[in-house]
């Protein structure tokens, strides 16, 4: 298969010289730290590895069990430094503390992280995805493809990670493999993207879409879009896949004047609904969606919408008619829903145009993908009722989600595990969409419950009897026992879908399993 891969075979890696030297990975059990430590070892040089946290606090330790190195674990040994050539200490550690002195006292050279990239360049081509939504499902599609091709992607291998911030993407792409398909997200700051792009040195990059739902920090729409934008800027003369049926995206484009290769993808679908976006002119555009946020769209700017490159038609149940420029192929997929068909076109162009993969085998391996686990996954089925989670974390998500499965069932409750990152208008906006789409709201989360009491009055809020607690790590906007009380709510609703909404649902899922077959048991 002839692919743009061809063009790095010749390269030669500019890893150090000499087999003798032996690199110290201090901070094993860390994310970073045991990513250096495996990129260096799939680069073969000699790695030695230490941590003062003991084997049941070391998170990690099974990426390391296919590679052969010395671990020093609940401590930093004199041995360790003694033995290496180089040390490597975490980027977190202050150079103020006194191992960071230690390290300079002995015998080693130190090294960060920023060498250890500049010193190790990918030597294969590098995808980064980004979006607001969808990027899980379409990196992993396309990572499918690449797997049923014959080609192995890297992997960072973190079971519980989703690893697309800082780093990880960096130093995922220098793993042993024959290409880099990297989910790049940010944490909604300037710069947050370009960081990571800068050090993945990507050929090609696929937006699958751009709305209001990840902001934070006080910071506008326009301020995030931008963020996004930083994919362009790094690609300027290089190709990009885009989600055509978006504005935000295609305005993007035209303001920050991309020259490159633009290859879009969209569908010709009825309209779902009507709202509105912010242009990148100042001015709202009227949406008529097909998606949230995405669909037929003008604005007085003269952007408007145009027939995609990618164009899925006759979209029915989980099939639809592809047609490009060249060729129109009848497509199946192994997953459900109107997203599904977005997060399939973007992976599908990328595999035809830059992997030059054939459609009819693209057809082949688009069918046996069963999707991401958490991504509308079911848990338990019966003749009555079906109870499902589902990672959605922002108003886009949640009404994407509950959009389809309206399609399906007549009666829906959703309980809602979210901490909007975009604070109480976020948690707001997800309580109105979730209120257009579904039957029954369990607000089962501290900040979903402040959100609802504002609802009350539409009958549609099923509150549970112990208010929750104040409660939010990170993304994870509900503690499990939150989950279990809102489920409990959740099965008194007359509904024949139960959808558990929320990186906690699935988090939790497990634990969710437990309790229903306990239930089940009593029953």
Not at 292 to 307: D, E, F, I, N, P
Not at 342 to 354: C, D, P, Q, S, T
């Amino acid at each position: 298969m002839s692919t743009d891969m061809d063009k790095h075979s010749s390269q030669i890696e500019n890893t150090p010289s000499s087999k003798m030297e032996t690199y110290g990975v201090i901070g094993i059990c860390g994310v970073v730290g045991n990513l250096v430590a495996r990129v260096l070892m799939d680069h073969d040089q000699r790695v030695i590895c230490t941590d003062i946290h003991s084997a049941e606090n070391c998170p990690f330790l099974y990426t390391l069990n296919d590679y052969n190195s010395q671990l020093y674990l609940n401590e930093h040994p004199e041995i360790f430094f003694n033995s290496s050539t180089y040390i490597i200490p975490p980027p977190s550690l202050p150079k103020t503390s006194k191992l960071f002195q230690k390290i300079k006292n002995s015998p080693a050279q130190v090294l960060d992280v920023e060498e250890i990239l500049q010193q190790i360049p990918p030597n294969k081509p590098v995808i980064c995805v980004t979006g607001t939504n969808g990027k899980t499902t379409t990196t992993t599609l396309l990572k499918h493809f690449c797997y049923s091709a014959g080609l192995k992607p890297t992997e960072h291998g973190f079971r519980t990670l989703q690893g697309n911030i800082e780093y990880i993407p960096p130093l995922q792409c220098r793993l042993k493999g024959d290409i880099a398909v990297v989910e790049t997200g940010t944490e909604g700051n300037t710069g947050d993207l370009k960081f990571i792009l800068d050090r993945c040195h990507p050929s090609c990059g696929i937006i699958t879409n751009i709305n209001p739902d990840h902001l934070n920090n006080g910071n506008d729409f326009r301020h995030y879009s931008l963020i996004k934008g930083e994919l362009l800027e790094n690609l300027q003369g290089e190709t990009v896949i885009v989600n055509g049926d978006d504005p935000t995206i295609m305005g993007l484009i035209s303001h920050i004047n991309y020259q490159g290769t633009v290859i879009t993808f969209g569908v010709d679908h009825e309209v779902q609904g009507e709202s509105k976006k912010e242009c990148l002119c100042g001015e709202e555009i009227h949406l008529k969606e097909t998606l949230s946020g995405v669909g037929y769209y003008q604005c007085q700017c003269g952007l408007r919408h145009s027939t995609p490159d990618y164009l899925a038609t006759d979209i029915e149940g989980n099939s639809f008619l592809l047609q490009t420029s060249q060729e129109k192929i009848k497509m199946e997929m192994g997953i459900t829903g109107l997203h599904n068909v977005y997060n399939a076109l973007g992976a599908i162009a990328v595999a035809h145009e830059i992997l030059k993969m054939p459609l009819e085998e693209i057809k082949k391996y688009l069918l046996t993908f069963k999707g991401v686990p958490g991504r509308l996954e079911y848990i338990y089925q019966d003749e009555n009722w079906d109870l499902i989670v589902d990672y959605g974390h922002n108003p886009s998500g949640v009404e994407t989600v509950l959009r389809e499965l309206r399609k399906t069932y007549d009666k829906i409750a959703v309980i809602i595990t979210i901490s909007s990152e975009s604070g109480t208008s976020g948690d707001d906006e997800i309580m109105k969409r979730a209120l257009d789409n579904a039957d029954f709201i369990i607000p089962a989360s501290y900040y979903s419950r402040l959100a609802a009491e504002n609802y009350v009055s539409s009958g549609k809020i099923i509150l549970t009897s112990d208010e929750p607690e104040k409660f939010r790590e990170g993304t994870l906007g509900a503690t499990e026992e939150q989950v279990v009380r809102g489920l409990e709510k959740g099965l008194e609703c007359d509904a024949d879908a139960l959808v558990c909404i929320g990186e906690a649902a699935v988090k939790y899922k497990e634990k969710i399993k437990i309790f229903i077959d306990s239930q089940n048991e009593l029953n």
